[in-house]
Every structure is written in structure tokens, then in C-alpha cells.
């Protein structure tokens, strides 16, 4: 029967740090965020600001409330949230992809190159009147910005990674007798996954970005929409719940792929 190894004293004191640590982190997050929240309504209800310019979280719980009594708010939360992470999806497949293929072919990385970085330079909002043109007002136009915002920059960031893969171990693999898709797949991609979760978080906020600007373009549902009308029509507790919708959903798109770098992280090391 195998005996379970025991710990020194030493690392069960490093574990009780580290966790503390991490429990007192964690108390001070959401302490601020309680704080932030508390003076927040203490300032409006005071009459300090005037509630009707900034809102307040009592006001943003009771319209979201009101919008979940309409039965409106799970339709416009699962528009936007379908936009965004078809969008996130597709920009990182694709991203990737035309990243390999840059770095298999150096004369196709030299010719586009430049175009990438034009690109990535141009304002995707000047596409706006194109893009309804293109793909009408529905869903089809909100996606296609979301890929635009997000695919460019998954390109850049692969592309860095994979081309400044360590040039003494390629040749090591090429003197081993070691092909160019063996190189790709035993040393490049390896050695790349730091920087695809970076890429990954980095193009969380792209999507976010990118699905709201298609649908204050065209849209005519989602959190985005949402923001539009309440300007439009002064309701900024409206605008404000919307706003507040997003931050909670972001941060969570933003900590699944957190929790994705765990588990990478560990296989990696196991």
C-alpha cells in the first residue's frame, strides 16, 4: 500500500500564506467595490450630485428589476451576450490561423505586414456606414464588427509570439532532422501559449467593444441598444443599468478565461 507523501512544515506554512493572501486580496476587492457602491448612493440620496445626471445603485437595481418584470432583459442580455462571444469566437480561430500562415510564409508576412498595421491604425467606426450597406441592420453587421475590432489584434499578438520563438532551438529541431510543421507543433505553438492567454484576455475586451459599437450603429436589441435609447430619451438610470450589465458580464467573460489559464497552466506542468 503506497503511503500519501506528507508536506513539510515549511510548505504548509507557505500554503497558509499564500491562502490568506489570497482571502485578504479578495476582502479588499469586494470592500472597495462596497465602498465605491455606498458613497455612491450616500452622495445622491444626500443630494450632493443629482441622481437624474449620475443614477444610483439603488436606481440601477430598481430598473433592472422593472426590465426583468417586462420579461425584456434576458432578450436584450442574450442578444448582446450571442454577438459577442460568436464575434470573440471567430476573430481568435481566425486570428490564429492567419498568424500560422504569416509565420509559415516570411513573403507573405513582409507583403501584408503593412496592411495588418493600417488596419489595426484605422478607426473601425468609419466602417459603420459600409458595414449596413454591406450586411443590412440586423445581427449579420454587429458580428462582422466584432470580428473586425478583435481579429486584427489576435493576428499582432500571435504573430509577435510565434515569430519570437527562440531561433537556436528551431535550428536545434532543423539539425535533428525535424520538419517545419514539426517545428510548429513541438516548439512554436508551446511556447506561444502564454501569449495566446494574454491575446485571449486583451480580445475580451475587443468583443465587448466591438459588439456594442455594431449595435450603437444598427442594432435594435442588446445592452448596446439599451444605452442608445435611455440617452436618447433621458432615461440615464436606464443607460446606467445597461452599463452596470456589462461590467458584470465582461468580468465574468474575463475570469473564464482566466480559469482557462489555470487549467492550461497545470497540464502543462503535470
Not at 232 to 246: E, H, N, P, R, Y
Request: aromatic share 10%; glycine share 8%.
Amino acid at each position: 500500500m503506497i503511503k500519501k507523501l506528507s508536506c513539510s512544515e515549511e510548505h504548509l506554512v507557505f500554503l497558509r500564506k499564500r491562502r490568506n493572501k489570497l482571502i485578504l486580496i479578495w476582502t479588499l476587492r469586494i470592500g472597495v467595490l462596497v465602498l465605491l457602491l455606498g458613497l455612491w448612493e450616500l452622495v445622491t440620496a444626500m443630494g450632493w450630485v443629482d441622481a437624474f445626471i449620475v443614477s444610483s445603485p439603488s436606481r440601477i437595481a430598481k430598473t433592472i428589476a422593472s426590465l426583468h418584470r417586462e420579461g425584456t432583459l434576458g432578450y436584450h442580455i442574450g442578444t448582446t451576450l450571442w454577438e459577442t462571444l460568436a464575434g470573440f469566437a471567430i476573430a481568435v480561430v481566425l486570428g490564429v490561423g492567419i498568424a500560422l500562415a504569416l509565420w509559415w510564409s516570411e513573403i507573405l508576412r513582409k507583403v501584408l505586414e503593412p496592411y495588418i498595421v493600417v488596419l489595426n491604425a484605422l478607426p473601425k467606426i468609419a466602417l459603420g456606414p459600409l458595414i449596413i450597406i454591406w450586411f443590412g441592420t440586423g445581427s449579420k453587421a454587429i458580428l462582422f464588427m466584432t470580428v473586425l475590432v478583435g481579429i486584427i489584434v489576435a493576428i499582432m499578438h500571435m504573430l509577435a509570439a510565434f515569430v519570437a520563438t527562440d531561433k537556436n532551438k528551431i535550428l536545434l529541431l532543423k539539425s535533428m532532422g525535424a520538419n517545419k510543421f514539426q517545428i510548429l507543433r513541438k516548439l512554436v505553438i508551446p511556447s506561444s501559449l502564454a501569449s495566446f492567454i494574454s491575446m485571449l484576455k486583451v480580445n475580451v475586451g475587443m468583443a465587448w467593444i466591438g459588439s456594442i459599437m455594431g449595435e450603437y450603429i444598427v442594432s435594435k436589441a442588446g445592452l448596446g441598444y439599451l444605452i442608445v435609447y435611455g440617452g436618447q430619451v433621458f432615461k440615464l438610470d436606464l443607460v446606467m443599468s445597461a452599463t452596470f450589465i456589462l461590467c458584470v458580464l465582461a468580468a465574468g467573460m474575463y475570469f473564464l478565461v482566466v480559469l482557462l489559464e489555470k487549467i492550461i497552466v497545470k497540464n502543462a506542468d503535470s
